[in-house]
């Protein structure tokens, strides 16, 4: 039976990839030791690392004014290692709430300065389901964070704020989804393992100007001049991580990079909306508006039908499409690797529920 990866992270990734992956498992590059095993100072594995950053920077078009390099300790250490490089104790940093992730962030940059939280969409009951709009940056204030796509409850920036100060955004759930313009931002952030590759590594790109203006200690581990005068290999970097992100990258080039990405995913999950909105069972739990191309978030009408759906849908071999604890119903990832065929399956079982039911 085919089975379909709807997982919100670690989730799908190519089928190619993996398979040169597992063979670089058992042998890399001929050497007769697996990529697992070799040292990331050797001829073998070096080049990895300058080729994943090289293929990033062409297919984003990241300029030489930003740094781009890979770390460890996933998104979640990027919440206090932005504002410990760039956010002096004095200075105002404006964020902007818009789920559990954001309000991660926020929490972690209130340790190293003045966090100004300029729009929230939480409801009452401590879910959220829009991207606020009009959003006014404080005078003075640092930069703006956002996080990109709200990977729990399916919402995405569909137009970035517009404002004059470097936005920093959270995008571990749509980085390389689509098309942006690197120069809006003065950080992007991501862990790799939602559309990028493996868990852990932790993608940053940051505009080097905004460095080095802090005067508070900074552990070396965790200031990011570390990693960029050393290109990522201070110490043993996240070595098979990166060797699969180069990979992915690679798949990305060869299926007509970002673009080609955006107008897939545009059409998967304008399909699959349909379908939600047509079928008398299901509904949607965001704005239209706001919806995720990412993670397609809906429900039963009636709750009854959760277990019997959920049931189906195991039975035609999806894998982690329940959705997060905090909405209940259902979520399908659709991630860059996922084919349109695993929308057609998915859409399939909504109307042969219908029919079953009728
Ligand atoms: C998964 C996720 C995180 C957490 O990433 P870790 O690498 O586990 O720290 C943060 N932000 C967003 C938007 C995510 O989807």
Redesign the pocket.
């Known amino acids: 039976m085919t089975t379909w990866n709807f997982s ?2 670690p989730a799908i990734l190519p089928r190619p990839v993996v398979e040169k992956a597992a063979a670089a498992v058992l042998d890399f590059k001929e050497s007769g030791i697996g990529v697992l095993e070799c040292s990331h100072r050797s001829k073998r594995y070096e080049p990895v690392v300058a080729s994943a950053e090289a293929r990033l920077r062409k297919l984003m078009g990241i300029s030489d004014e930003y740094a781009v390099v890979f770390v460890q ?5 990027q919440f206090a290692q932005i504002p410990m490089n760039i956010l002096g104790q004095d200075d105002v940093a404006d964020y902007v709430d818009t ?1 559990t ?1 954001a309000s ?1 962030a926020i929490k972690e940059a209130k340790l190293f300065g003045k966090v100004n939280v300029v729009a929230s969409t939480k409801k009452e009951d401590g879910t959220y389901s829009s991207i606020p709009t009009g959003i006014k940056a404080t005078p003075g204030a640092k930069y703006m964070h956002i ?1 990109s ?4 409850f399916g919402t995405q920036w569909k137009q970035f704020p517009d404002v004059e100060i470097p936005l920093v955004a ?4 749509d980085i390389c989804s689509r098309v942006i313009d690197v120069n809006k931002f003065g950080v992007i952030y991501a ?1 790799a ?2 559309n990028l590759g493996p ?1 852990g590594v ?1 993608v940053v790109i940051v505009r080097k100007d905004l460095l080095g203006k802090v005067d508070r200690k900074i552990p070396t581990m965790l200031d990011y001049k570390t990693h960029i005068d050393n290109g990522s290999m201070f110490n043993t970097p996240p070595a098979f991580g990166i060797f699969v992100l180069d990979l992915v990258l690679q798949w990305l080039e060869e299926n007509g990079g970002i673009p080609a990405m955006e107008a897939k995913n545009k059409a998967k999950a304008a399909k699959l909306y349909a379908e939600i909105d047509r079928n008398p069972l299901f509904k949607g739990t965001v704005d239209v508006a706001d919806r995720s191309d990412m993670n397609v978030c809906f429900i039963p009408v009636n709750k009854e039908h959760e277990a019997p759906f959920k049931a189906l849908g195991l039975e035609r071999g999806f894998v982690d499409f329940t959705g997060h604890r905090s909405v209940g119903g259902f979520r399908a990832s659709i991630y860059n690797a996922m084919p349109e065929a695993g929308i057609d399956a998915m859409i399939q079982a909504m109307q042969d529920f219908e029919k079953s039911l009728a």
């Open positions: 919100s992270g300790g996933g998104a979640s250490l789920g992730w991660k996080t796509n709200n990977t729990i959270d995008m571990s759930s862990g393992q939602k868990s932790t």
